[in-house]
């Protein structure tokens, strides 16, 4: 809805700013123009950033992964370059099965899937429905499996819905964005700290009102108590690398999903927040090239 008030971020503005802009390109899949950073070689490794970021969430990570897989890191639809595409893609399914179209269409299965919040709900989805991806290792970085509690699940519900309902919301939450202080308070929140240019890669994602409308209404889209209630049949590796600071998901979360995933392994990022693979992008990788026995 107001799709056309919303027009996507314009790529020629950023590309000179934007990290790794020469592995970048343009991929139409599953009715989706995808923006997707990609290099490498080896086996496929998909990374999937979480609401409101972008393929940037990867920066720091992408060119160490990259001597050891294939990497494919593409915008999640409605976020920074990539389209909102048809009726239904912003849901969990939605995603889920845009992704495949992406991945066929690149001629490549993952043998890893690495996500990050809610981007985890995305891969685990994968793992489950797609036939393909059923032996994928799975990876969540504080990864949303199980639904949140209290503000956080009402944020991702009723007032989302309604925020994505009014044609002003996008436009004024991307005016707000844009007040310096912003984006380092909002990062606060999450409990991590960034250096100056991830406040500047956040900070240009979310004071675009486009972007913006992409993350309201994929919010307002998302359900996440049919996943956590098929989480247990997922027989797939899994890994869990958690935030012990993080304030968005609760890393108490982390032992529910052990207990539905029995052969699941968690290591805590001690002092790390939400964002903590950003914070810690070395220590990520080595933890991430570990679990798959690089």
Known sequence: MFERFYPGMPWAAHRAVWPHAQHSRFVTAGGIQWHVQSWGQGPCMLLLHGTGSGSFSWRDLLPSLSQH???????LPGHA???????????????SEGLRALMLQLDLTPTVIVGHSAGAAIAAHMVLQHSKMAQSTLIGLNPAWLPLPGVASWAFGPAAKLAAINPLSAWATAKIAAK???????????????????????????????????????????QLKPLSERLHQIKTPVYMAIGSNDQTIPPSLADEVCKRLPQAQKTMQIGKGHLAHEEDPAGTVQQILRWCGV
């Open 69 to 75: 897989f294939t990497v494919v890191a593409p915008d």
């Open 81 to 95: 370059f990539s389209s909102r595409g048809p009726e239904g893609a912003l849901s969990l399914p939605g995603m």
């Open 180 to 222: 310096p202080g912003y984006i380092a308070e909002w990062i606060a929140r999450t409990g991590s700290t960034l250096d100056a240019q991830g406040e500047n890669l956040y900070s240009r994602v979310l004071s675009d009102s486009g972007h913006v409308h992409g993350v309201l209404s994929m919010m307002a889209a998302w």
